[in-house]
Structures are given as C-alpha cells and as structure tokens.
C-alpha cells in the first residue's frame, strides 16, 4: 500500500474516531452502574455492564411520550410535506402555466432563507390563531418545503415528457400521474429527501422550544432537556441511558436506508 | 363512410411560429395509413393532435363525424404508441399492458388491493382485465416475459409490450409514432410485416408517423406527404410514385432524389419542356448513343447491385442517374449521351404543380 493511502485511511479514521467518541462514551456510560461513573480512571468499557440506567430513564421518566411526540411530529411533517411538494413538484415540471418559471425561482430564492429568519412571524400568526401549545404548531409551519419542492422537481424533470403523456392517454388524471408515475420513479430522491426531513425535525430543538411548554408535547431533544434540568438532576447514567434511546431510532433508520440514502443523492438521472 | 378519426382544417400555432398550416386529413375505418415527412416538418404536432394531447388553434377533430377537438385523449380513445415506447419503468409488462384497462373500468377503490373480496362487479371486472390482457400478450408472444420489468427486455420485446399496452383496450384508432425507429435493420424487416398482420387481424384504424419513406410505401394503404407543416398530398403509395401532385413531393419521394430539369433546356428531352419543369427519376433515365441530352461524368459510386452515376449536363444542370448490372459503366470525366422514355417524365409548372406531359 503507498504511504499516501495509508496516510489518507489514518487521517479518516482519526476523523470517524473524534466524531463517534462522544457517542461511544455516551453509550458506555449508559451501561454503567452509578458507583462506576464517578472514578478517578478512565475506562470506555463498563466493568459491570447493567440495564438499570435503561430501565430507569424508561419508567421513571416520559422518555417513551417523548419519542412517540417524535414519531408522530417528524411523520405528521413528512406525509403533508409529501402530499403538498409531489403535485407542486409535478406541476412544476411538466405542466405548462404562465408564471411557472417565476414561481420556480422563487422557491429557489425561498431556499436560501432560513428558518429562523420566519420562525417570530410564524410564532405570532400561530399565537394570533391560538394554535401554540399544540401538535399542529409543531407540525404545520414545516408542511410547505422548498427544498423538497425543489429536490422532488428536479427529480421529476428527469422523467421522459412521453412517459407522461403516456399516462394520459391511458386515462389517468394528472394528479393520478403525479402519484403512479412520478413519484414512484423519483423514489431514491423521496427517501433521500424522506431522511433530510426525518433528521432535521427529530434533532430540532429550537422550534419545540418556541411553540410548546406543554411537557407531554415535547420531542425527544425538547425532553432531554427537561430530564437534565428537573427530573434525573446530576444523574448522568440515567441521562446517557435516554440519549441513547433518543438518538438509536435515527441511527438504525439511517443503517437500514443507507444504500438507498447514497443512492438518492447520487444519481443524477433516472435509469430508464 | 363516416372517417373514424379525421383533421379538418387544422393550424397549430406555438407562440410566433406555425406548426403545422390547414391540415385536413381522414383516417377510414379500418385503413392504414402513413404520414409521411421529414424531421420538424410538423408531424408529430399533428400526431399529438389527433391523439389528444394538444389543442389546435384552428381547426376541429372528428372522429365518426363528431367533433372531439376538446376532449382528452382517454376520452378519445385513441391508442398511441410511442417512438421511446414510454413503458412505465416501475410497473411490469403485466401491470403496463393493464393499466389502461384498470383505469377505464376500475373506479379508485376497486383498484385497491383485495377490492376484488368485497365486491363481485370488481371480481368480475378484474377476470375480465385479465382475460383481455392475456389474450393481447398470447397475439404479440408476451406470455413469457408478463412478470418482467421492462428494463429487462430487448428493444423489439419493449416495442410489443408498447403495442400491447395500445392495442388492449380495442381503441378506436391507433396512432403509432415512429414505430420501427429504433430497431435494427432485420428487426425492421420482420416489425412491418408484423405490423401488416396485426392492423389486417385487428381491423382497427392505424395511422403511423414516420421519416422513412419505405416504411410509409410498404405498409400503407394511403400516404400523406407532409412538407413544411402542410399536407402536400394524400395517395396510395403507388400513385404517389407515379403522379406525383407537386414537385416537392416528387423530390421527396423515392430512394433517388428526382433529377429536375429547368424548363427551356427540359425542351432537349420532350417538347413540353419549353413551358414546364422537367422531372425523370434516376432509374429512368438511360445511356444511348443518339440520346437528346449531352453530359459529362462527374462521378461514379458503387452500391452493390446499382451503380451512382453523378453528372452534368451541357447547361450546368446537375444529374444523377443509377445502373443496374456493371456492363460497360462509363467512367468520372467520359462525356455521355441520355433520354428517357416520355411516358416516365413529370411535368411542373412554375408554381411548382403537376402538368400532363403528352407522349
């Protein structure tokens, strides 16, 4: 193997090491008991692994509430995302209206604005229309997406303008082409944009913050911090324990779609 | 006879520029017939027309005598074949030649899975799909390959799967554009005859597009020639060989472009030249030692069974003539003699439409 390589390996696993270190310490501490946390010497593995981190951060806490908050928070966004961005996307590019090309630069221009910047508006819109405090207010302001407007358009663009007037010589109606036949071939770029989304709102914190105080509303990083602040105080086990719990579910389904993941970003056409 | 689907008088415009200028066109129950242009000379806007999928900006489609200018191209029911075949990628060759029919007799429910337990009409609608589309795929020998994607398939297995698709649903015409493009040559060969075969079995109205003139001329029955966005004329295809209407499709038609000679120097060849253009095809013209028209041998290329001669003439008049057989070819730079038998010229007049040349 040349020198180059080797050198090239050893600065990437030295990079995968810093980034993964803190997830390893955290899982390591989760699986220690607490009399082994506290100790003079450093050592990753627990000398006498335990569940009962687990089984605290489970009962004694609403770690469960809170990442079911998540599920239904990250799925409610990504099915009206879904629903809103494939017929928008479809109309985009490969329906002809006046106004298209504007409309189109402006949810490229609408890119670049981050959310922060239209949070307070939204925040007040919703507190004028009494919706804080409330999955809708969790849900809601991210229904509309440029950037999956814009991922799934250009997915769509790639489709053959014959495969579409396929479909309506076969009868079926444009929202009917949109479902059976754009979105089933602009697939790899759904599920890429399905993980985006996926990722962003089970790890948003700022929002959450914002819009709800109810505790049985929090997302799972909105709870962690109850948990810190209130509940398990300075018990870390118990804490590394629901970290753990937290961010697993977004692991493993970034480990199960890996391929898929790459392969959506990857491609740049559709293969025929 | 009332046209099963006919054009009248139609103009499509895309913005400042004309697509396609008063066409008129019938297509008759159960005739073949071809339209025949060069690439961008508007066929395919007139195609997506008659299918339904673009509006004319004047003019109105029929079909049996009714106007169907607004209606969709299901609610047409017209089949179109696609020159990309356009097979739905995801779906396999079962599911493609099927979707029509789901959609024409399937409500949205009765399309979901397991609809078929709850209710008998979707039983039997659904047997009946099937039934249909398998009696389509056993025509076209599909059975074998229903459960594969159609990026598993050979270009002429996805060209039956598109025909499939188009003939399942017993359209009430079918529209096939530039069905034998992309095939190669022996494939070509045997797609026209099966295509022959399935418009004679089928008895439904066929009109394909294409550029290649013997695929028009071979398979049939009627031939519109499109130039420059206009019908130029609608013949059989031996007609149109032999008389043609004008002098553009006379140059458009036939393997070897017609040799045109201006009227005044046609006068050599036959009287009628004084007031006409003169045409005569490359095969017709003939080396003779006496013959009426003088030229020079500018070239000379060798096709297999038929020898290119390029010449010209004593006027400057560029000539091509073809030899069948190798006896005695003159060679680039031999000056040479020609005629051509009267019965084989076409007259044009200076608008550019055919003239009687007595014999």
């Known amino acids: ?272 | 006879m009332t046209a099963a689907l006919a054009l009248d008088g139609v103009t499509k415009r895309f913005g400042d520029t004309t697509a396609i200028t008063d066409v008129s066109l019938a297509l008759g129950q159960g005739e073949f017939v071809a339209l025949l242009g060069a690439s961008g000379c508007g066929k395919s806007t007139t195609l997506r027309i008659l299918a339904g999928l673009d509006r004319p900006s004047e003019g109105q489609v029929l079909m049996q005598g009714r106007c169907v200018t607004r209606d969709s191209a299901a609610a047409r029911n017209i089949a179109l074949m696609f020159q990309s075949y356009a097979l739905y990628p995801h779906l396999s060759v079962y599911q493609n030649i099927a979707m029509p029919l789901r959609l024409r007799h399937l409500s949205v429910a009765g399309r979901l899975p397991g609809a078929a337990r709850f209710s008998g009409a979707v039983r039997r609608t659904r047997e009946d799909i099937d039934a249909q589309v398998r009696r389509v795929a056993a025509m076209l020998r599909l059975e074998p390959l229903l459960a594969r994607k159609p990026g598993q398939l050979s270009g002429g297995q996805q060209q039956r799967v598109a025909l499939a698709r188009a003939l399942v649903r017993k359209p009430a015409a079918f529209l096939l554009d530039e069905p034998l493009s992309n095939l190669d040559t022996q494939l070509r060969a045997d797609t026209r005859d099966e295509l022959r075969a399935l418009h004679r079995d089928t008895g439904h109205a066929f009109l394909i597009v294409t550029h290649d003139q013997s695929d028009a001329l071979s398979m049939a029955d009627r031939v519109a020639v499109m130039i420059a966005g206009r019908i130029e004329q609608i013949a059989t295809p031996q007609q149109l060989f032999h008389t043609p209407a004008t002098r553009a499709v006379a140059e458009f038609i036939g393997h070897h472009r017609m040799n045109i000679l201006p009227q005044g120097p046609a006068a050599a060849l036959h009287p009628a030249g004084k007031g006409l253009d003169l045409g005569v095809r490359p095969e017709d013209l003939r080396l003779q030692a006496d013959g009426p028209l003088q030229a020079v041998v500018r070239s000379r290329a060798f096709h297999g069974e038929e020898t290119i001669l390029s010449l010209q003439d004593d006027r400057g008049t560029a000539l091509r003539m073809v030899l069948r057989g190798g006896s005695a070819l003159p060679l680039p730079g031999d000056s040479v003699r020609l005629t051509a038998p009267p019965e084989a010229l076409h007259g044009f007049d200076a608008c550019g439409l055919r003239q009687q040349v007595l014999s």
């Not at chain 1, 490229?108 to 959310?115: H, I, K, R, S």
């Not at chain 1, 399905?194 to 109810?214: E, G, K, Q, R, Y």
């Not at chain 1, 324990?241 to 779609?257: E, M, R």
């Open chain 1, 1 to 272: 193997m040349r020198p180059g390589l080797i050198l090239g390996f050893g600065l990437l696993a030295l990079g995968a090491v810093l980034v993964l270190l803190p997830f390893v310490w955290m899982v390591s501490v989760s699986l220690k008991p607490h009399a082994e946390i506290f100790t003079p010497h450093v050592s990753l593995l627990p000398q006498n692994p335990t569940l009962e981190n687990y089984r605290r951060a489970l009962t004694e806490t609403a770690i469960p509430r809170y990442l079911l908050n998540g599920v239904l928070v990250t799925g409610g966004i990504l099915i009206l995302q879904l629903v809103l961005s494939v017929p928008c996307a479809y109309a985009l590019a490969h329906r002809r209206f006046p106004g298209r090309g504007l409309l189109f630069g402006a949810v490229v221009a609408a890119l670049l604005v981050p959310f922060h910047v239209t949070a307070l508006p939204i925040f007040l819109g919703m507190a004028r229309l009494q919706m804080l405090d409330s999955y809708t207010a969790l849900i809601l302001p991210f229904a509309a997406t440029a950037f999956g407007l814009f991922l799934l358009r250009q997915a769509f663009a790639q489709i053959p303008a014959e495969l579409i007037d396929a479909g309506r010589v076969d009868g079926m109606s444009e929202l009917a082409i949109a479902w059976r036949v754009a979105f089933p071939l602009a697939l790899p770029t759904v599920i890429a944009f399905a993980i985006f989304s996926v990722t962003a709102h089970w790890n948003d914190l700022f929002w959450p913050m914002i819009a709800v105080t109810d505790p049985d509303l929090a997302t799972p990083p909105r709870g962690i911090l109850y948990f810190r602040d209130a509940e398990s105080g300075d018990e870390p086990g118990p804490l590394m324990a629901g970290a753990t719990l937290v961010t697993a579910p977004l692991v493993l389904a970034f480990l199960l779609a890996q391929r898929r993941f790459t392969q959506g970003l990857a491609s740049t056409g559709l293969k025929r």
